[in-house]
């Protein structure tokens, strides 16, 4: 006898990202009114972070202050206060996208990325 649920090849997971999120293996969080909220993952354009239990509704705007810092890094701290605009509450967390960042941060942000990428894909 074959199990019809069983017997279904599996569907591999599209990634439709334009870049990967990175996962954090440290001490990371977000600020969000007033409380660090664990950064679960991130990438240079927005982050998830969670559990969240706020005000903060999706479409609205806010400041947060992010860092990054995973245990034993080389590539040091990334520490920045920005202004995002929150993609979805709920679920895992807090989804927001980073909104228009002056211009040196975006480049410390590409960089940090750019690097935390290449430990990533090392074998």
Known sequence: ???PFLSRPKTPVVER???PRLRTRGDSYVRLEGRDVPLINWSEEGFLA???AGGLIAGQKASVRI???DYHDRTGTLDLDLTVVIKRVG?????ARFFSPERYKRQALQS??????AEVKKP
């Open 17 to 19: 990202r334009r870049q």
């Open 1 to 3: 006898m074959k199990l």
């Open 112 to 117: 940090y990325y750019a690097a935390k990428r």
């Open 67 to 69: 860092v990054v810092r």
């Open 50 to 52: 969670g559990p969240y």
């Open 91 to 95: 679920g895992p967390g807090l989804a």
